[in-house]
């Protein structure tokens, strides 16, 4: 083992880490290590160090998913965490949109209009079985267009 190594990525870049790291020699095929470049290229990698890392560590939490392991339980609990915060940000921006449309048409309908109750309890009754009917995938212009009444 050779102490003090500073260790240098394909690209020339210097590893500031290098007291962490341990080198170690591989022997792979001249074909794999064509597809591992071709890879690091395409997929924005700095290195083959950091190719054969992650390629470790995802075959270490592939093998712990197998067993039950807690690396899986990490590694799942973290993709898990982003996807649900991606998903909740686009529906909240969905929600917003769809609430400040309905309060703009709320808006110019109660200015125009005067409903009584009835008519408020029949309008809400269509809507309930529109929204129920087509899963929720009305559109704002097919309503206005009346594609939706049942009368």
Same mark, same amino acid.
């Given at each position: /083992?050779?102490?003090?190594? *500073?260790? *240098? ?18 022997y =792979? ?11 690091? !290229? ?8 950091? $190719? $054969? +890392?992650?390629?470790?560590?995802? =075959?270490?939490?592939? +093998? ?7 690396v /899986? ?5 973290? &993709?898990?965490?982003?996807?649900? +915060?991606?998903?909740? !940000?686009?529906?909240?921006?969905? =929600? $917003?949109?769809? &609430? *400040?449309?309905?309060?703009m /048409? ?8 005067? $409903?009584?109750?009835? +008519?408020?309890?029949? /309008? ?19 309503? &206005? ?7």
């Amino acid at each position: /083992m050779v102490d003090n190594l *500073v260790g *240098v990525d394909i690209l020339g870049g210097i590893d500031t880490d290098s007291e962490n790291k341990q080198r170690v020699s591989l022997y =792979l095929d001249k074909k794999t290590i064509q597809v591992v470049d071709s890879y690091i !290229k395409k997929n924005g990698l700095h290195s083959r160090n950091e $190719f $054969f +890392e992650k390629a470790a560590e995802n =075959l270490i939490a592939d +093998e712990a998913i197998k067993s039950g392991g807690d690396v /899986m339980s990490e590694k799942l609990a973290k &993709a898990i965490e982003v996807v649900s +915060e991606n998903n909740a !940000k686009a529906i909240s921006k969905g =929600l $917003f949109r769809y &609430a *400040v449309q309905l309060e703009m /048409m709320m808006r110019y309908i109660a200015q125009t209009h005067e $409903f009584t109750d009835d +008519e408020l309890d029949e /309008m809400r009754r269509e809507a309930i079985n529109n929204v129920r009917r087509t899963r929720g995938k009305i559109k704002l212009d097919d309503i &206005a267009k009346g594609w939706y009444n049942e009368k």
